[in-house]
C-alpha cells in the first residue's frame, strides 16, 4: 500500500491532456489513494483564479532528488489514484512542505471538507 505524504511518479495518467507521466504527492487515503500532481509551472488558467492561485506550493529541486527544476504541488485539485498507479515512490515531502500543503488545503474552496479533514489529520 502507497505511504501517505509520500511522492510518487505516475506513468501516463489520465489527469493530463494529453496524457503523461506525472510525479503526485499522495496526502489521504479514502476507498483510493488522494493525491496532488506536480507542475513545473502555474498555468495561467490558475494564475487568473487567485482562489486557485493561493493553493499552488513551491517545490525547491533542491529538497527533492527526482525533480529537476523547482516546480508547483496544486492543492487546488485533489485526484484519486489506484495502488497500481503508484508503483514507482520518491519519497517522503519535508516536514515545511507538509505544514504548508495542509495551510493551501485549509483554505481550498475547490477541495470538499470530508478531505480537507482528512489531509489535515493525516
Not at 101 to 106: E, G, I, L, P, T
Request: glycine share 2%.
Amino acid at each position: 500500500m502507497p505511504f501517505v505524504w509520500c511522492f510518487f511518479h505516475v506513468r501516463n495518467t489520465c489527469y493530463t491532456i494529453p496524457r503523461k507521466d506525472k510525479f503526485v504527492l499522495i496526502v489521504c487515503k479514502d476507498s483510493n489513494c488522494m493525491g496532488f500532481l506536480v507542475n513545473t509551472t502555474i498555468s495561467q488558467f490558475i494564475r487568473n483564479r487567485p482562489y486557485m492561485l493561493a493553493c499552488q506550493v513551491a517545490l525547491k529541486a533542491s529538497d527533492y532528488w527526482f525533480l529537476r527544476h523547482d516546480s508547483y504541488l496544486d492543492c487546488s485539485q485533489l485526484f484519486s489514484f489506484d495502488d497500481d498507479d503508484l508503483l514507482d515512490g520518491r519519497g517522503p515531502i519535508t516536514d515545511q512542505t507538509k505544514a504548508e500543503v495542509k495551510k493551501a488545503v485549509a483554505i481550498a474552496t475547490t477541495i470538499e471538507q470530508r478531505y480537507q479533514n482528512l489531509i489535515a489529520v493525516a
